[in-house]
């Protein structure tokens, strides 16, 4: 049974990144120029993943990072941590508004809350990249976006757990004295990335956005889910 739209969120996107079925959507809620609340829309239908075709708009272009999108919703869904799903009514077009600028990236950074999650527990390949199911089950968030002090874009292969190994691309970077590794789902950096040899990358004036996942496996992993800097915005 296909959900009904009963209300409508409009958000400034911030993360449209790779996950299990589809893509991980997510933004902040835009009312005139006030910028408020995150949101993540789901597709209940689809294991929670935005598939290609809830992207697709009704001019047949595909919203992504940095647009300004008007999304039909069935019901908000929290799910645990992940408090700010909300089902989307996947029959209905979404449409999009305008493209941010530089400056609304700015005044959508989470300045006075910043990552609200512990250190101190990391993947084998990580750094500060994870935090228990336990710790998790008492949080009220899943989503920030950060001015890192430092960033640098590590591509190259990484050892998968049962053998082998696939490329990857890390984000290792300081924030608020604290040094993290984590993975990067943004499909945008991965096809500019992957397209050069492996090596460090060195990044200046971003923002990222960090999700924290699902519980798997005992856990709940950071990643940056989007890595924004002002050429993207052309």
Known sequence: MSEEPNYAKTILCLANSR??????VAG??????????????????????????DLQLE???????????TIPMAEPRPQ?????????????????????????????????????????????????????????????????LIEPTSLTLIVGPESQYGGGSRRRIRAQFMFRRNHYNLVVTDPWIEAKYFARLNGHFEIENSRLCISLTEVFNGSA????????????IG
């Open 28 to 53: 902040k809620e835009l009312s005139g120029s006030n910028i408020g609340a995150w949101i993540r829309p789901i597709n209940a239908q689809n294991g929670n993943a935005i598939s290609e075709l």
């Open 80 to 144: 645990g941590h992940q408090t700010e799903n909300h089902v989307i009514a996947p029959d209905y077009y979404w449409t999009k508004e305008s493209r941010a600028d530089w400056e609304q990236v700015i005044a959508a950074t989470d300045m006075g809350t910043g990552m609200r999650w512990p250190t101190g527990q990391s993947s084998y390949h990580g750094l500060n990249d994870k935090v228990s199911e336990a710790f998790a089950a008492g949080l009220d968030h899943s989503l920030v």
């Open 59 to 69: 001019n047949g272009a595909a919203a992504d990072v940095l647009d300004v999108l």
């Open 221 to 232: 992993f950071k990643l940056v889910a989007t890595v924004i800097t002002p050429d993207r």
């Open 19 to 24: 996950r299990p079925g589809g893509r991980c």
